[in-house]
């Protein structure tokens, strides 16, 4: 099993930045790719970013390209999203996930969520 625990969230005025992390553990040598997912108020879930465990790859939603970057550090099992010129339209509670897949990635262990408030 694999255990995530988000921190970083709060309020920030637009404009602002906020550092996200995920630490992991557990079995994290299963971790193939690590994702960071936000759901707003009455919206569905969205996927914003994500990392491959081992190599370089990065992925960004259109909406945050440029603006928030993924990053991981692997001798402290954590992975990071430095989010940058916030939008009140980013406020949401911001989770981590897992995916232990080898192919397509498949998001099986997820954090407990931490707020970002973004005000205008």
């Known amino acids: 099993q694999v255990q995530l625990v988000e921190s970083g969230g709060g309020l920030v005025q637009a404009g602002g930045s906020l550092r996200l992390s995920c630490a992991a553990s557990g079995r994290t040598f299963r971790i193939s790719r690590m994702g960071w997912f936000r759901q707003a108020p009455g919206k569905e879930r969205e996927w914003v970013a994500a990392?491959?465990?081992?190599?370089?790859?990065?992925n960004y939603v259109d909406s945050v390209k440029g603006r928030f970057t993924i990053s991981r550090d692997n001798a402290k099992n954590t992975v990071y999203l430095q989010m940058n010129s916030l939008k009140p339209e980013d406020t949401a509670v911001y989770y981590c996930?897992?995916?232990?897949?080898?192919?397509?990635?498949?998001?099986?262990?997820w954090g407990q969520g931490t707020q970002v408030t973004v005000s205008s």
């Open positions: 996930a897992a995916s232990t897949a080898v192919g397509p990635p498949k998001y099986d262990y």
């Open positions: 990392i491959s465990w081992r190599g370089t790859s990065t």
